[in-house]
């Protein structure tokens, strides 16, 4: 017999906006339960957070895996890489697991959602599986976010100094100033990342994670592509004189206008 007793879940993605949803919500709600759905290939950075909101926090932070890894999904596909259209890794990576958690039990799902965000954010389908979003409700903006996280003590993640996201080091939501960002703090991981183009292209037809790029080519672009963000920024500076280095700097990845609005599960 499932039992039927209602459960409250956060989804953690190692990004500010659900960390600072645990902060918001620890004392609120003092049975919510800590998710994180690790697709193992996560950066160092966001396990690292992790332990920090423990820590800090004073929470456990269930992490689940599922069955079988990005890699057996990956040759299952013969070498189809996800993509913003095919999101195959979120589904199998963190929705399902998630939904194998759950069960049947009535779960009230908690969303990082902000005030200031115009994004809806599919989490599960699964009629036993509500979902909320205080932030939205309660109007809390990502200036109230940067505060919040500040103080708690947590701060930032420290891949904040170069990419904005959580999620996997090969993340086709990536800007390209952000592969750059990559390829200069972890450069192993990059050259993994273009490992699976040059696999998944020899096997087939030319895949690759950012559009229309191979990161062998953005690698040959670095100079320029550093010279495009610096004019973003300086954009943004003008257009938000009295904003945060943060906003300035999320502002000026946005300004980009590449790849999107970000994964909408995995966080953002
Ligand atoms: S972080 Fe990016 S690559 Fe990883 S599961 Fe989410 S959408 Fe896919």
Redesign the pocket.
């Known amino acids: 017999m499932p039992n039927k007793e209602a459960r409250h879940i956060l989804c953690l ?1 190692g990004g500010k906006d659900s960390t600072a949803l645990a902060v918001y919500l620890k004392d609120k709600i003092p049975s919510l339960e800590y998710l994180f759905c690790d ?1 193992g ?2 950066l160092q950075e966001t396990y690292e957070y992790l332990n920090k909101i423990e820590a800090i926090l004073n929470i456990d932070i269930i992490r689940l895996k599922s069955e079988h890894n ?1 890699d057996y999904h990956w040759e299952m596909r013969s070498g189809f890489l ?1 993509s ?1 259209s095919i ?4 589904e199998t ?2 929705i399902i697991p998630f939904e194998k958690y759950c069960g049947d039990n009535i779960v009230h799902s908690y969303v990082g959602i902000r005030s200031d965000e115009n994004r809806q954010r599919h989490i599960s389908s699964k009629p036993n599986i509500i979902p909320h979003f205080p932030f939205k409700e309660d109007g809390i903006t990502k200036a109230d976010v940067l505060k919040i996280l500040d103080d708690s003590g947590l701060g930032l993640p420290d891949y904040y100094d170069w990419r904005s ?4 080091y ?4 990536q800007r390209k100033i952000e592969w750059i960002g990559l390829k200069n703090r972890h450069p192993d991981l990059f050259e993994k990342a273009k490992a699976y183009e040059k696999e998944a292209t020899a096997t087939s037809k030319r895949y690759t994670w950012a559009q229309g790029e191979s990161l062998e080519e953005i690698e040959n672009r670095e100079s320029e592509i550093v010279k495009e963000f610096k004019k973003a920024q300086e954009r943004s500076k003008k257009n938000m004189p009295n904003k945060s280095l943060i906003e300035v700097y999320d502002d000026a990845l946005d300004d980009l206008d590449e790849q999107g609005p970000g ?1 909408l ?3 953002l």
């Open positions: 993605s697709t290939k996560e990005f996800p913003p999101r195959w890794c979120t990576l963190k996201r959580s999620g996997c090969f993340c086709f939501y994964c599960v995995c966080e």
